[in-house]
């Protein structure tokens, strides 16, 4: 294991003592002890690799606060046939398994496990909120390793810790507050996939001697390597189209996507919480896990506001000019934006967005079908199979994550500066909160063909400003304007 150690030296991370100390419900517990716990990152003290523990009481469907005591269990009565579809039963891998400490990764290594596969569960630590002295009494791993560690005990499945911090800082939250300071909207799940788990992650342990790596995504691939066949991987939409998460995997590469497996793309969400609790995995009754992983129990405002700061702005009606109150940033706002603008006789929708100006615009008419757009430019392409789809293909076309689709056509050439690959989309349908910075996934059938970042909406339907409020958004001098128009509902009751 000590190549397999050196293999992930180049990982930097903070170096925080108290923050790798073992978590005192860990370390309390009898069932192992704190030498059986590995850290794997570079010159860290030994925190967390965690072998199975042995103990004389039964695996507990809720885990009682601080107790980690989960034994091996037979389960051997469970027929998981039916659910491994996507495990590649039976060909004896060697798989590295993201695990989270949640419902679907852990259901995801027990599907491999059941497969037959020799599985190592690696729990990926991104947290780096140092300066945010004040969550330090409840550390956010400190829970997910807990149960990360009992589930991997049910199994016999030793569980690495790694230390990705400084790889997710420099990767993933600096390109974050980089676009925001643009007026963009980016896509923290994309880039997490692209440039952590299936990027630094997976360079480390293709040197380890893994076939794959696994997570609890909800998507399919399809390797026709596998079978003797040649072409490309392919990634393919999961049996739960609610929880498919091909949108948040578009982005990578093909390199990327040969070296993955996804158990769950066969099964539903409900079908996952089923087996979690016929497993009895300790974590059978946790909650999904919901907003920007890295940023745990601090607000986004928060984040927001220590990294990129405040500066005073004002907040316009897009069609008539009015001056209807003050804003902290046009950074904390997102097109489609309706909450946080407390503003009276509402709702509000944010509109449009002025950077240079710092003024944000607002509508209560977002929702007019002739404010709708349908037309886009996509930069920063990635096509799995290399090039764009011809023109005669059926395409279709995601631009958030969700079930919806949009039949479109797609017309690729070069930019204006003939640097990059740029395409020009367009939809079916109008739609209504297209964002520049979030990406736009496109799909032939059931296929996940690639995807890219919207640069902009390009049609004549952009939400109209009027001239008077561009011309106030210009002013240099704001005081003038004085006080805020107050605008009420009279109409409701």
Not at 53 to 58: L, V
Not at 264 to 290: F, H, M, T, W
Not at 330 to 339: A, D, K, L, M, S
């Amino acid at each position: 294991m000590r190549r397999a150690m050196a293999a992930l030296r180049p990982f930097s991370v903070v170096r925080n003592p108290n923050f790798y100390h073992l978590p005192s419900s860990l370390s309390s517990s009898p069932s192992y002890s704190r030498s059986s716990v590995r850290c794997v990152a570079s010159d860290l003290p030994v925190s967390a690799s965690m072998s199975s523990a042995s103990s004389p009481s039964p695996v507990h469907a809720s885990l009682p606060p601080g107790d980690v005591s989960c034994p091996p269990t037979s389960f051997s009565s469970i027929n998981l046939d039916p659910y491994i579809g996507c495990s590649m039963p039976g060909r004896h891998l060697k798989v590295a398994v993201l695990l989270s400490g949640g419902v679907d990764s852990s259901v995801a290594l027990r599907l491999l496990h059941a497969a037959g596969h020799s599985c190592t569960a690696f729990y990926l630590k991104i947290w780096f909120q140092e300066d945010f002295t004040n969550f330090w009494s409840e550390c956010p791993w400190d829970e997910d390793l807990k149960y990360a560690k009992a589930v991997c005990d049910q199994v016999n499945v030793p569980l690495e810790v790694v230390h990705l911090s400084g790889e997710y800082w420099r990767n993933v939250v600096s390109h974050i507050i980089g676009e925001y300071r643009c007026g963009h909207t980016p896509n923290p799940d994309v880039l997490c996939n692209t440039r952590i788990k299936f990027g630094a992650f997976l360079e480390a342990v293709e040197k380890m001697g893994f076939d794959y790596i696994a997570s609890g995504h909800y998507a399919r691939v399809k390797h026709p390597s596998v079978d003797g066949q040649s072409g490309p991987s392919l990634l393919i939409l999961s049996n739960d189209m609610v929880k498919d998460q091909t949108y948040f995997l578009s982005h990578l590469s093909q390199h990327q996507l040969s070296h993955l497996l996804f158990p769950l793309g066969c099964i539903s969400k409900d079908e996952v919480r089923r087996l979690a609790n016929l497993l009895d995995l300790p974590n059978n009754d946790r909650k999904d896990s919901q907003g920007i992983c890295f940023l745990g129990k601090v607000k986004f405002s928060e984040f927001i506001a220590k990294h990129i700061g405040e500066k005073e702005g004002i907040l316009l009606e897009a069609e008539t000019g009015d001056y209807l109150g003050n804003h902290r940033g046009f950074w904390f706002y997102t097109i489609g934006q309706r909450q946080g603008l407390r503003l009276p006789g509402g709702p509000w929708y944010v509109v449009e967005k002025d950077v240079k100006n710092n003024v944000v615009f607002v509508s209560r008419d977002y929702f007019s079908l002739e404010k709708r757009r349908c037309m886009f430019r996509v930069g920063s392409l990635k096509w799995f199979s290399g090039s764009a789809p011809d023109d005669h293909d059926e395409v279709r076309c995601k631009v958030r994550h969700g079930p919806n689709f949009y039949d479109c056509s797609i017309k690729v050439g070069q930019s204006d500066d003939g640097t990059e690959e740029i395409a020009v989309v367009h939809l079916s349908e109008d739609d209504q909160g297209l964002a520049a910075g979030q990406f736009a996934a496109f799909y032939h059938e059931n296929v996940c063909l690639g995807s890219g970042i919207i640069l902009d909406s390009w049609d004549d339907k952009c939400f109209p400003v009027c001239q008077k409020a561009l011309g106030i958004a210009s002013l240099q001098d704001k005081s003038a304007l004085g006080r805020p128009i107050r605008i009420l509902n009279l109409g409701s009751s």
